[in-house]
């Protein structure tokens, strides 16, 4: 008991500090509002921690809890209709091929639901009226605090999802002996039952059914108590504990979930096993464990830009105040809090990240909470590796190889092409047809963008070749698909996708018809995917012949257009309406995560695209905003990112997204990939690394002058070992090369270290710095943009840089001076 205490005196003291504030904290209970309860987890499981006082509440989750069962949902009609349905696009007749493609490519199953397993509730007689109340999420250590005092004791109760053992563990403890008294029980919204052995719940459960499909996951969930002293008693759906010195609940959950094929698991032993294992470690051994296990990935990363009085407040109240006030402390909190999440949600071995992350306590959740793959899954892990989180990335790379294979008979059966298709969502059973009607999914780009912006980027940053030769066959595969799928356009002779759309988006002059042809993302990810393809091919020495047609196709692909009001077209036709605030912009995919639009090499492109963005505005869906971060970065527009993450850090409003009291993104409703997508975006306006550089402190804000970062990584396996900047210059740098080669640096200020060459001291009139000779940093060439005579093109304003070449070896670390 002394040893915990200690432990408890290091963790989790009182005293708010305003220097490396990792905290999320409140002075009330959560009462029944789930977006203000702290969420734990470790990939597999989760819980979303309430810290009410008389009546508590812990809402669980595990990764495979879906309903339905494995099953297919390819249209047996779309392939014979394909040629009709091109044939009305090309002749402007979109309404009538939609109409066609909703009759032919849409089944009764539209994927299934990510869903909760249960509430764990604990019952407090005589903890009505409390006083000292405190609950947090300490983001530095994983953990779950809530204190209070009742008649002079301090109750803490501390949580934890344990990294290391896969259970959720909850630690009761109070400052005076024998004080520790609850009734604990489990619910469920599922089919289910509830029941006792001795010192254990146990909840049993299946899953729903879901559009006439099955519910076939069962799962278990048991919850054991080891009290130290005092009395347990059991009665048929409840555990009783009265006056114990402390008691600590283990929670192990299973399912029969073994793959997206088979349900063939024991959901009682695997429970058992797990539960079997854990408690034989008392609490503080698991809690050292859980620690070491999760800071071995936080640790990597630190950030700060100072600290303002702001810091000491509780954390609602500093969202409500972020906006108009000065609190730098808060995006150090909410890049961090991004991390925390992924390490949270996404670990090897389990699900990728959904739409909540892991985290779900509706039994149909919006979206049905599953993998919505035309920008939501994909912006789950763009801080993946840049945050240096790259065992993160794993459960998604995972999915795209499975999707690669369900993609297969998608692609032969709707199109009746070879390689492999996904449309715009998925789910645990790695479904690859069509959803939600033709207006939102009919769009077949998402095993271009998985390929390129997942399986090629891991590669970028670590360098793996037999990591790369695993995957390669994937991107192969994705592009025979594009190979056999596209089809020359009338009037160019382009090759193009038909039937698509961009996403979720229509011309105003059409606002219900989304169904089109030659989209600009769709020609932009092709592009990506053909010229990654192209580069595995040719780093791993294969396939000649087959990356002789890629190439060949890739001449063909249509060059991005700028339209008369001089914004980057959204269509193959110039149809765009700048009084258009729609939240999907997707067009700007070449912008980011693609590297195709940049200010060095084709600055008539980056004019159009900030000028697409100025026409869609700033406020908007969580999501949206949090792309609209890394797009502004990109831009090298540091003040107007710092404008979109104070209209993120903001409570949302009726018409669009904000943050939470408990820092989760809402669309509104909770969506997970604004987090992610605005921690992304932070760490674009600190480094970049696209476009044939190292570019540091690209788009640095005015009220950022002064920080300080640790830990981000740079494509071709550089490191931010250590980056100081004050009045916005670089003061101290330190950079690891684990693979070596030349390390080319774009660069505020002028920086000093042996062999360190100037390329060139870019100016706003002069772009160019010569080939790159780091592989890792080849730029492809993209074809030249057709720009509309009534353009009228931005002035650009480009900071003034300088950039260097320092040729390193592997594993060298490099310490650069003013």
Known sequence: MKKYITWVFVLFFMKISAQNNLKLWYKQPTGNNWTSALPIGNGFVAAMVYGNVASDTFKLNEGTVWSGSPHRNDAPNALANLPEVRRLIAEGKNTEAQELAQKNWITKANGMKFQPVGNLCLQFNNHENPTDYYRELNISNATTTTKYKINGVTFTRTAIASLSDKVIVIHLAADKKGQISFEANFKSPQKSSVSTDKNSLILRGITSDHEGIEGKVKFTSIARIVPVGGKMTPS?????????????????????????????????????????????????????????????????????????????????????????????????????????????????GGQPANLQGIWNDRMSPPWDSKYTININTEMNYWLAENTNLTEMHEPLIQMIRELSVTGRQTAKAMYGANGWVAHHNTDLWRSTGMVDGVFWGLWMISNAWLSSGHLWERYAYNGDVAYLKSVYPIMKSASEFFLDFLIEDKKHGWLIVSPSISPENAPQSRPNISITEGATMDNQAVFELFTKTIRAAETLKTDADFIKKVKN?????????????????????????????????????????????????????????????????????????????????????????????????????????????????????????????????????????????????????????????????????????????????????????????????RLPNTLKIAGLKRVNTVRQDSFGEGVNPNPFYQIETIKTPLISDKAQLLKLAIPATEVFDLNTTAGGIYEFKI
Not at 262 to 283: H, I, M, Q, W
Not at 330 to 336: A, E, G, P, R, T
Request: aromatic share 10%.
């Open 553 to 745: 196709a890739l001449e063909k692909l249509p060059p991005m257009q700028i339209g008369q009001h001089g914004q980057l077209q959204e269509w193959l036709e110039d149809l765009d309406n700048p009084e258009d605030k729609h939240r999907h912009i997707s067009h700007l995919y070449g912008l980011y995560p693609a590297g195709q639009v940049s200010v060095y090499r084709n600055p008539e492109l980056f004019s159009a695209a900030r000028t697409t963005l100025e026409h869609r505005g700033d406020v908007s869906t969580g999501w949206s905003m949090g792309w609209k971060v890394n797009w502004w970065a990109r831009l090298l527009d540091g003040n107007r990112a710092l404008t979109l993450i104070k209209n993120q850090l903001s409570p949302p409003q009726q018409n669009s997204g904000g943050t939470y009291p408990n820092l989760f993104d809402a669309h509104p409703p909770f969506q997970i990939d604004g987090n992610f997508g605005c921690t992304a975006g932070i760490a674009e306006m600190l480094m970049q690394s696209h476009d044939g550089t190292i570019h540091l402190l690209p788009a640095l804000p005015d009220a950022w002058q002064n920080g300080s970062i640790k830990g981000l990584r740079a494509r071709g396996g550089f490191e931010i070992v250590n980056m100081v900047w004050k009045d916005g210059k670089i003061t101290k740098l330190v950079i690891k090369s684990k693979l070596g080669g030349n390390c080319r640096l």
């Open 236 to 348: 048929e759906t409840a555990l009783s504990v009265k006056n114990a010195d402390e008691a600590t609940i283990y929670i192990a959950i299973a399912t029969n979930f073994t793959d997206y094929q088979t349900l063939s698991g024991d959901e009682n032993k695997r429970c058992a096993d797990v539960l079997t294992t854990s408690v034989k470690k008392p609490f503080n051994t698991l809690l050292k464990s859980h620690i070491t296990t999760y800071q071995k990935y936080f640790n990597r990363v630190s950030f700060d830009l100072g600290t303002s009085d702001a810091a000491q407040m509780p954390t609602d109240e500093r969202i409500k105040n972020f906006a108009s006030g000065n609190d730098p402390q808060l995006v150090s909190l909410y890049f961090q809090f991004g991390r925390y999440l992924l390490i949270s949600s996404s670990q090897k």
